[in-house]
């Protein structure tokens, strides 16, 4: 502050913040108008001593003791609580005039990003009926020429974080589960970018970030970034078409054997963190390492699991609607043990409070016969965005889980294949 020198003290800058909010905003609009901040002579300084005793000081007095202390303490708390609960966000206001059951279609709370914004299974399924019987169904399309097996998956996330890097880390290994679910070592990538509208240079800049992220996360999985295309939209999306080889037959959704264990790699929760974010009800470490744990590249594991029967990613349609998928196509049943799925951490607790994500409930909706009966079972149905892969076992799974703990994996057995065609239930 060069116009009225001051100490160095948090309380000027608190000051400053309304005054600074004021002029950033009316040089960006060019309205004029700036405000002067005229700092005060002097403050108050409450300084912590140990012992739960404190020094007070202002205008050359000072005194000390506990009662001071407390006063400190109660004044620390009550402005640290207010970045603790922060107020629920509101869904945008809806356009007036509108159609008639248009609030209650979209529902109070904001759409989630990630795979929580995804069609749900059975309108999905509805909607490629209409392509016949010739329409993919498993986690990619196989392709052969010659003597070469290829397989191809594409993928995008809605942006649910304002961080493009963060972002293009995540969509780029979300991609690549399709390809390790299927046992294939990826090989090459197109990039499919929507930037929200920006000026050119921040444009430039973010999609310089994306891609610069997106190559090293390919590059470490082993393929190369050979293409893509860009446009401008109403948000940041983030997708991938990737491809990869394999060196033996294909793992599909459809060789699970009964007896065979149901190993996953990661815990699940992401939905619920994620949904939880968005309200501002969700601890900041939680969300951190919901983050670390959707950001975690599976190469590694599908090289340990790569003796399964079947094996699939677990992303949008949840732990049960990715293991019902594979036990459909290999015509057994499963059993979840829903008491062995790992979670992310507070999942559970946000599960508890009725927190959910927007594909919740087409999830839920898809197995009426399962019953759920707690917040812990109501996680089975939630959607995972870069989510474990899960595969069906044979022998004794052992080895495997403890090379996957290993290789620093949260993996576990979580449920067993039946032979009773079309039953999925809950330990």
């Known amino acids: 502050m060069t116009h009225a020198p001051r100490p160095k003290a948090g309380v000027y800058a608190v000051r400053q913040a309304p005054v600074l909010l004021h002029n950033l905003k009316a040089s960006l609009a060019g309205t004029g108008g700036l405000r002067p901040y005229r700092p005060q002579t002097d403050y108050l300084k409450l300084i912590s001593l140990g012992g739960k005793t404190a020094l007070m000081e202002r205008f050359g007095l000072s005194f000390r003791g506990p009662v001071l202390w407390l006063w400190k303490d109660r004044i620390d708390r009550r402005f640290m609580d207010r970045f603790e609960e922060l107020p629920r966000q509101p869904a945008p206001a809806l356009p007036w005039p509108r159609a008639a059951g248009v609030r209650e ?3 109070a709370k904001p759409l989630c990003g990630g795979c929580g914004a995804k069609i749900g299974v059975q309108a999905l399924r509805r909607a490629l009926a209409a392509g016949g019987d010739d329409m993919p169904g498993d986690d990619a399309a ?21 961080d493009p890097g963060l972002m293009a ?18 090989q090459a990538a197109t990039a499919s970018i929507v930037l929200p509208r920006l000026s050119d240079e921040l444009a430039e800049r973010t999609l310089r970030e994306i891609m610069a992220v997106a190559r090293e996360v390919m590059q470490q999985a082993g393929a190369a970034i050979v293409g893509g295309h860009s446009t401008i939209g109403a948000e940041l999306t983030v997708g ?11 793992l599909t959704l459809a060789g699970a054997r009964p007896g065979d264990a149901l190993i996953l790699t990661k815990p699940i929760g992401s939905g619920v963190v994620l949904a939880a974010e968005m309200q501002y009800q969700a601890h900041g470490r939680d969300v951190m390492r919901t983050l670390q744990v959707m950001a975690r590249p599976q190469g590694d594991a599908a090289e340990i699991l790569a003796g399964a029967h079947a094996m699939t990613d677990v992303t949008g349609f949840g732990l049960v609607g990715h293991a019902a998928a594979m036990a459909e196509a290999s015509g057994t049943g499963l059993v979840l043990d829903v008491a062995s799925v790992p ?23 898809a197995f009426p016969e399962l019953p759920v009966t707690d917040a812990r079972t109501a996680l089975m149905f939630d959607p995972q965005t870069g989510g474990g892969l899960l595969a069906a076992h044979p022998g004794d799974p052992s080895g495997v889980l403890a090379s996957l703990r290993t290789a620093g994996f949260d993996a576990a057995v979580v449920g067993r294949v039946t032979d009773r065609p079309g039953q999925i239930a809950f330990a």
């Open 105 to 107: 279609a979209l529902g």
């Open 142 to 162: 196989v392709l052969t020429t010659g003597q070469a097996r290829q397989v191809i998956s594409t993928d995008h996330l809605r942006a649910f974080s304002e």
């Open 169 to 186: 880390r995540i969509a780029a290994i979300h991609a690549l589960g399709d390809v390790w679910a299927m046992g294939a070592k990826p």
């Open 240 to 250: 991938f078409t990737v491809t990869g080889l394999c060196d033996r037959a294909p």
């Open 343 to 365: 979670l992310m951490d507070g999942a559970l607790a946000l599960s508890e409070r009725g927190v959910r994500s927007t594909l919740y409930p087409q999830n839920r909706d």
